[in-house]
């Protein structure tokens, strides 16, 4: 029997709750499901590509699904899909508003490689709002964002959003303190 090998590309900075419920539905309807996170050079993530891999490794050993792995990839996503022996790109479709992008990206897939199918799928309706990019915004905004990932994404989010304000406040500082010394020494002038 043919089996059917499956791709979930995307950038997953940081992979949300919401990427794992796709995750655990295209590895109920495909039996491969190769997870790849772009190598995007103009873009810029708040994780490392390498980061990323090893949240979504965690994620998916955690969940226990065995027919799931993590890859990375560059250039056109049809041509890597193609080197996979894949047949299909499984994305996920959240709102109307994502459908306009979705479908111009599946007919340009398409165009490029008429063998391969876009599968799309929705997420649990309680993820209808979620995104990396909101995820990003209101860590750095200092909101909560433990029910929107899995622990160990919060965790390491928390752990760069510390690093980022540690060297914001060191910024500060260094400003404060050179403009405190300018009036310190123009006081000592007058
Ligand atoms: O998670 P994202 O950022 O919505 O994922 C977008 C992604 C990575 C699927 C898309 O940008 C992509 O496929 N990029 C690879 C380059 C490519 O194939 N471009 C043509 C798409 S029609």
Not at 40 to 52: I, Q, T
């Amino acid at each position: 029997m043919k089996r059917i090998k499956a791709i979930y590309p995307g950038s997953f900075d940081p992979p949300t709750n919401g990427h794992l419920d796709l995750i655990e539905r295209g590895s109920k309807i495909f039996d491969e499901l190769v997870v790849a996170i772009l190598r995007n050079p103009e873009k810029d993530p708040l994780f490392s590509v390498a980061d990323r891999r090893k949240m979504l490794e965690a994620m998916i050993m955690t969940a226990g699904f065995d027919n799931v792995s993590v890859d990375t990839f560059d250039g056109l996503t049809v041509d890597y899909a193609l080197r996979l022996d894949a047949q299909a790109i499984l994305r996920g479709i959240r709102a109307i508003s994502d459908y306009e992008y979705e479908l111009q990206m599946a007919l340009m897939n398409r165009k490029l490689q008429p063998a391969l199918e876009t599968v799309f799928m929705m997420p649990a309706e309680k993820y209808s709002y979620l995104s990396s990019r909101l995820v990003r915004e209101v860590a750095q905004l200092g909101g909560s964002i433990d029910c929107l990932v899995p622990d160990l994404v919060a965790q390491k989010v928390r752990e760069k959003m510390d690093v980022a304000h540690k060297f914001a406040n060191r910024g500060e500082f260094a400003v404060n303190a050179s403009s405190e010394g300018k009036s310190r020494s123009r006081k000592k002038k007058a």
